[in-house]
């Protein structure tokens, strides 16, 4: 019954990507993949030069952050190029490629070390907010209110990027970079560059695949591995609360 029921909620997930992806996106011929880094830390920018269908490598592309020039690459045989960057303010930053007349754009999140970041499954955590304008709207207040204390970082697992991108705008959702899951490698990757993991929402796997990397965990389906949360506005509630302290040492307890 439960997995009948994952799977009818991931079909329609995937139908709303198809519905609301247009058909002139699957030609765009730049893509730019949003990236999160510390302050001071390098970054590799990424971006991929496509034709109608197979990657279009061998092409210079200029990148931009907030329009100002970054300098130029070539992409490779595989479609894929890279700019190395390193940042020395925090802050959201407009990301930009443009080769050939064509442009794409993403995000480039910069964040102080000392900052917390919650880390939010579209499918898992935005499901219902692509067929139900009540449920956007309470999503969308809840994600502001985390903002408000915290950094947001997307994380897409089935739907890739720029579906996903439509998707948050579909749902009027607050901008925030996409990164796509593949492993729990991208959490120690995350670590390795002074991030802070402080809390996850998604489906049940995902958080289970970040056990051992963040202890806070949040899904609204059944887990053995994190906490199940009827809606939002528990979450907004369980983040508030303080972890116990430790006794000193040499106290009673």
Not at 149 to 154: H, M
Not at 156 to 182: H, M, Q, T
Request: proline share 4%.
């Amino acid at each position: 019954m439960i997995a009948s029921l994952k799977i009818k909620r991931l079909s329609i997930f995937l139908i709303c990507c198809f519905v609301v992806l247009p058909t002139a996106q699957c030609l765009s011929a730049v893509i730019v993949y949003d990236s999160v880094t510390t302050v001071d830390t390098p970054v590799y920018l990424k971006v991929l030069t496509k034709g109608r269908i197979f990657a279009d490598g061998g092409r210079l592309v200029e990148f931009y952050l907030d329009d100002n020039s970054l300098g130029k690459n070539l992409t490779g045989g595989d479609g894929y190029g890279y700019r190395k960057y390193t940042p020395k303010h925090p802050g959201l930053i407009k990301l930009k490629a443009r080769s050939k007349g064509e442009s794409g754009s993403g995000l480039l999140l910069v964040i102080k070390k000392s900052e917390k970041v919650i880390l939010i499954e579209i499918e898992g955590g935005f499901k219902d907010a692509f067929i139900s304008e009540i449920a956007a709207g309470a999503i969308r207040r809840a994600v502001e209110k985390m903002m408000k204390k915290y950094r947001i970082i997307y994380l897409s697992r089935y739907a890739g990027i720029r579906a996903s991108r439509n998707l948050l705008d579909k749902g009027e959702l607050p901008e925030a970079p996409v990164l796509r899951w593949k492993s729990p490698k991208m959490f120690s990757a995350l670590k390795e560059k002074g991030i802070q993991l402080y809390a996850i929402i998604g489906s049940a796997g995902l958080i289970a695949e970040s056990a051992e990397h963040i202890e806070k965990r949040y899904t609204f389906e059944q887990t053995q591995n994190g906490q199940t949360v009827k809606d939002w506005e528990e979450i907004i509630e369980l983040l508030k609360k303080r972890p116990p302290k430790e006794p000193a040492k040499g106290k009673k307890k």
